[in-house]
């Protein structure tokens, strides 16, 4: 049996359905919200910064936003609450990372970090019960960098190791609402551009040279993976790499 939603007549795998992006004004995001567009989706786009938001909402041609920090409960729950009807598929790319010695490490800056990578995910699972549709699809962005240790990566690398087994419970509890988790390493976004500074060029270069794709992964790529499992009703539970072999080379 096909577990992969039909397209339309018009060939969209994502027509007449609805798509809440949080964290939807930049970089993966935004490149999510655009594809979901593209297959004839709805878009709602959730941003910290209004401004931003809006020239986001233009680009894609978005029916909705909402301007507030994902990592509060209380504005996640109002959020939702306050939508007309239920929603499709929810993604989540809001948050960032925080890498840091030990002895140098800013404890404010590392709560930020759990709220953001730990605490989210449990808040908004329990926001969107009752509020997808069920085969609908919550979807959380990882990383794969922080599964090997290394100086500077205590926390980062915990919360790494601990999104699988939260992304497979989630999908247990959350059940029929399906859960699944996208582990990204380097992709070329405005926040790469912002962390490498000078050194972007030097990176793109190197897994150039280095990935056996021989190429950087780019926003439309992790994209691509996003809008398959929206649509493919068979997968949840699992955490999807797509780092072009980062992790083997």
Known sequence: MDTTAPRS?????????????????AGIGLETARLARAEGADVILVGRDPDHLGQAAEEVGATGTAAFDAADPERLQEFFGGLPGPVDHVMVTAGGNYYAR????DLAQARKLVDEHLW????????????INPG???LFMGG???RRPALGLALPGALTAAQPLLIANLALELDPIRVNAIAAGFVDTPLSARLLGDDLDKRREELRANLPIHRVVQPSDVAALAIHLMVNTALTGATYDIDGGQQIV
């Open 136 to 138: 609908g699809a919550l």
């Open 120 to 131: 989210l995910p449990v808040h908004l699972a329990r926001a969107v019960i009752g509020r």
């Open 144 to 146: 794969t960098g922080g």
């Open 9 to 25: 007549p018009s060939g969209q795998k994502l027509a007449g359905q609805k798509v809440v992006v949080l964290g939807g004004s």
């Open 102 to 105: 030990l002895a140098d490490l």
